[in-house]
T-cell receptor, first 112, second 116 residues
Framework: DAKTTQPTSMDCAEGRAANLPCNHSTISGNEYVYWYRQIHSQGPQYIIHGLKNNETNEMASLIITEDRKSSTLILPHATLRDTAVYYCIVRVRGQGAQKLVFGQGTRLTINP | EAGVAQSPRYKIIEKRQSVAFWCNPISGHATLYWYQQILGQGPKLLIQFQNNGVVDDSQLPKDRFSAERLKGVDSTLKIQPAKLEDSAVYLC??????????????FGPGTRLTVL
């Protein structure tokens, strides 16, 4: 199963783009990259996922390198409400079912 | 659309006591998950149901934890007897997609369990 490596913490100024890196050098060809975030005292929230191509939705953009060994989640205009722990997850195949294995994540703090 | 509901939100018990948590997933979601989140760590999957069948319970401590999903809708997670190390937030999540496909999981607010 692919493992992910993320910085423990990051800071970003409000209104600026927040770029959260993730390394997944052992990812296999049919594994997806998912991003979730967890705001304090809430359950995790799905943000975006991708396989090979870059993806964008109303919340964020996901940039995956051509070799798929790393990715970057981009929050284009960070607000104070984006302060949360962000998890980069590689989907694990287990017993024929989808399984998400959460690591420690990156604690992102948006500063006014 | 209503989200995943969990109750209670908080529970304090003494070690060796029993406790049960309840989860009501989003209507129509076939897959339901229970996670345990210890303070400072990411959530860890305990058990996954598809409809009322167990898909994965490999990380469920079966000597003390049990879970069921009757009629493929609501689910309960029980701990009997509780240990100090069971202190954690128990999160329930549901997904509209069948297991095996890329999925989005929708999480409830969690139940914070403190074992004294």
């Amino acid at each position: 199963d692919a493992k992910t490596t993320q910085p423990t913490s990051m800071d970003c100024a409000e209104g600026r783009a927040a770029n959260l890196p993730c390394n997944h050098s052992t990812i296999s060809g049919n594994e997806y990259v998912y991003w979730y975030r967890q705001i304090h005292s809430q359950g995790p929230q799905y943000i975006i996922h991708g396989l090979k191509n870059n993806e964008t939705n109303e919340m964020a953009s996901l940039i995956i390198t051509e070799d798929r060994k790393s990715s970057t989640l981009i929050l284009p205009h960070a607000t104070l409400r984006d302060t949360a722990v962000y998890y980069c997850i590689v989907r694990v195949r287990g017993q024929g079912a989808q399984k998400l294995v959460f690591g420690q994540g990156t604690r992102l703090t948006i500063n006014p | 659309e209503a989200g995943v509901a969990q109750s209670p939100r908080y529970k304090i018990i003494e070690k060796r006591q029993s406790v049960a948590f309840w989860c009501n997933p989003i209507s129509g979601h076939a897959t339901l998950y229970w996670y345990q989140q210890i303070l400072g760590q990411g959530p860890k999957l305990l058990i996954q149901f598809q409809n009322n069948g167990v898909v994965d319970d490999s990380q469920l401590p079966k000597d003390r934890f049990s879970a069921e999903r009757l009629k493929g809708v609501d689910s309960t997670l029980k701990i009997q007897p509780a240990k100090l190390e069971d202190s954690a937030v128990y999160l329930c999540a549901s997904s509209p997609r069948l297991a095996g496909e890329p999925n989005e999981q929708f999480f409830g607010p969690g139940t914070r369990l403190t074992v004294l």
